[in-house]
C-alpha cells in the first residue's frame, strides 16, 4: 500500500497524521501524540497485509539505526 492509502485508512479511524514520507521500501509515519501511535499501531496491523513490520519509535526523526532496521528483512 502507497502513502495515500494508509493515510485514508488511517484517517478514517480518526488517527491525526502529522506527515507520511517514503522512506527506502516503507513509510515513516509522524503522528501528534504517543497516543496516536499507539492507535496507528493497532490499526495498521489489520490495515497492512502480512508480512508488513511496524516499528515505534519516540523520537520525533527516526535515527539512521531505526531507518536501517526497518528496511531490513526479519529472519
Do not use: C, M
Amino acid at each position: 500500500p502507497d502513502g495515500f492509502y494508509v493515510y485514508q485508512r488511517l484517517d478514517e479511524r480518526g488517527i491525526r497524521i502529522k506527515s507520511i514520507t517514503p522512506e527506502g521500501d516503507g513509510l515513516v509515519i509522524r503522528l501528534d501524540s504517543p497516543e496516536q501511535q499507539l492507535l496507528a499501531r493497532e490499526a495498521l496491523q489489520t490495515i497492512l497485509p502480512p508480512g508488513y513490520h511496524i516499528a515505534l519509535s519516540e523520537s520525533p526523526v527516526p535515527s539512521h539505526w531505526v531507518r536501517e532496521f526497518a528496511r531490513s528483512p526479519l529472519n
